[in-house]
T-cell receptor, first 112, second 116 residues
Framework: SQQGEEDPQALSIQEGENATMNCSYK?????LQWYRQNSGRGLVHLIL?????REKHSGRLRVTLDTSKKSSSLLITASRAADTASYFC????????????FGKGTTLSVSS | DAGVIQSPRHEVTEMGQEVTLRCKPI?????LFWYRQTMMRGLELLIY????????DSGMPEDRFSAKMPNASFSTLKIQPSEPRDSAVYFC??????????????FGEGSRLTVL
């Protein structure tokens, strides 16, 4: 069953613009992770934010987490054509022995 | 360093045939995961192993699916008999943490299965 739901499902922007993707989830979490998937390839880990963190940065990526609203956002600043991909949030639950549950993803298209 | 290696990358088979997908995790990783990706259902967890032991197989669709991890460097996912609804991309991922889902996953490139 899906734990995370990304919004929007698809996003089209111009190079240089910022892209914001949102993720909502249902149960308590240990951490939340974002992954990128280029067409026809495997998923690549981008960033992990723990449940006691509110914001995290990595290069042009900024992730926020609001556990009271059970939501997270991924901001990509100054987007490039190479950022075109699908982006997934994944949640890790506190219970031992549970694996990451992925949302259905946001497809980002950046045109030059 | 080599990443997670999956084979075959593409498989086309006919309904009723047996399919075996293979995965070599990153050396030293002690958790291994099989996920299935379809347009309709997204990325679904099928099974995960920790130290070669299956921890959660609740995502395995039915008895036609089976997974094994005979040693730390190899895992198989078998479908017998295959059906058209099994068509999907199957991903293997590994993780260096011993508590399954708390750490970063490293994905292979996937095995695209088409069952005619």
């Amino acid at each position: 069953s899906q734990q995370g739901e990304e919004d929007p499902q698809a996003l089209s922007i111009q190079e240089g613009e910022n892209a914001t993707m949102n993720c909502s989830y249902k149960t308590s979490i240990n951490n939340l992770q974002w992954y990128r998937q280029n067409s026809g390839r495997g998923l690549v880990h981008l960033i992990l934010i723990r449940s006691n963190e509110r914001e995290k940065h990595s290069g042009r990526l900024r992730v926020t987490l609001d556990t009271s609203k059970k939501s997270s956002s991924l901001l990509i600043t100054a987007s490039r054509a190479a950022d075109t991909a699908s982006y997934f949030c994944a949640t890790s639950r506190p219970q031992a022995g549970t694996a990451l549950i992925f949302g259905k993803g946001t497809t980002l298209s950046v045109s030059s | 360093d080599a990443g997670v290696i999956q084979s075959p990358r593409h498989e086309v088979t006919e309904m009723g045939q047996e399919v075996t997908l293979r995965c070599k995790p990153i050396s030293g990783h002690n958790s291994l995961f099989w996920y299935r990706q379809t347009m309709m259902r997204g990325l679904e967890l099928l099974i995960y192993f920790n130290n070669n032991v299956p921890i959660d197989d609740s995502g395995m669709p039915e008895d036609r699916f089976s997974a094994k991890m005979p040693n730390a460097s190899f895992s198989t996912l078998k479908i017998q008999p295959s059906e058209p609804r099994d068509s999907a991309v199957y991903f293997c991922a590994s993780s260096p943490t011993s508590t399954g889902g708390t750490g970063e996953l490293f994905f292979g490139e996937g095995s695209r299965l088409t069952v005619l």
